[in-house]
T-cell receptor, first 113, second 114 residues
Framework: KQEVTQIPAALSVPEGENLVLNCSFT??????LQWFRQDPGKGLTSLLL?????REQTSGRLNASLDKSSGRSTLYIAASQPGDSATYLC????????????FGEGTQLTVNP | NAGVTQTPKFRILKIGQSMTLQCTQD?????MYWYRQDPGMGLKLIYY???????DKGEVPNGYNVSRSTTEDFPLRLELAAPSQTSVYFC?????????????FGDGTRLSIL
């Protein structure tokens, strides 16, 4: 059974700092890994999707990497801003899970002005 | 483009009552999903559908039922509400099984069972 773990559970940083969020998964047979952002009281917004054949994806100040063999992904946020404050979730789409996502528990990020 | 729309946004139920959570999408996606999210936890899959007339159980299906009569709609029904079903429910959809495209989520239904 696929298990997804995110570390740390919560992170508080001053504005302008670069930061890294971590995600690990137990079964490397995946189609892709996705990073989502969740604002309080809102649904999930897809940030980046990395295919299993890719090493990284970039969108603006966000960069996500994937090391499938070791079961790890990182989300790098450059020059953090208070507007980046949210919960960040990673999810894997496993080859044996029939199009179903397995989610981590999320990292709650607070960027202080 | 509305995307995925869920109604209601909030609801309080008494133990033993029943209700239907509505979900509709206007992106012509074949795949639709229902998740629940408990406080401080990730999302767990309740049911999913790969097309009209086809549904299948996810990780936590007990106490729920679904139907998929059209491509657009995927309602989730609670028959006998229990306190353990207090949660935030999210509906999502995707064009294919999520191999190449991300799932799109609604804003959720916050449900309390008292």
């Amino acid at each position: 059974k696929q298990e997804v773990t995110q570390i740390p559970a919560a992170l508080s940083v001053p504005e302008g700092e670069n930061l890294v969020l971590n995600c690990s998964f137990t079964d490397s047979a995946i189609y892709n890994l996705q990073w989502f952002r969740q604002d309080p009281g809102k649904g999930l917004t897809s940030l980046l999707l990395i295919q299993s054949s890719q090493r990284e994806q970039t969108s603006g100040r966000l960069n996500a990497s994937l090391d499938k063999s070791s079961g790890r992904s990182t989300l790098y946020i450059a020059a953090s801003q208070p507007g980046d404050s949210a919960t960040y979730l990673c999810a894997v789409n496993g080859e044996t899970s029939g199009s179903r996502l397995t989610f981590g528990e999320g990292t709650q990020l607070t960027v202080n002005p | 483009n509305a995307g995925v729309t869920q109604t209601p946004k909030f609801r309080i139920l008494k133990i033993g009552q029943s209700m239907t959570l509505q979900c509709t999408q206007d992106m012509n996606h074949n795949y639709m999903y229902w998740y629940r999210q408990d406080p401080g936890m990730g999302l767990k899959l309740i049911y999913y559908s790969v097309g009209a007339g086809i549904t299948d159980k996810g990780e936590v299906p007990n106490g729920y039922n679904v139907s998929r009569s059209t491509t657009e709609d995927f309602p989730l029904r609670l028959e006998l509400a229990a306190p353990s079903q207090t949660s935030v429910y999210f509906c999502a959809s995707s064009y294919e099984g999520g191999k190449y495209q991300p799932q799109h989520f609604g804003d959720g239904t916050r449900l309390s069972i008292l």
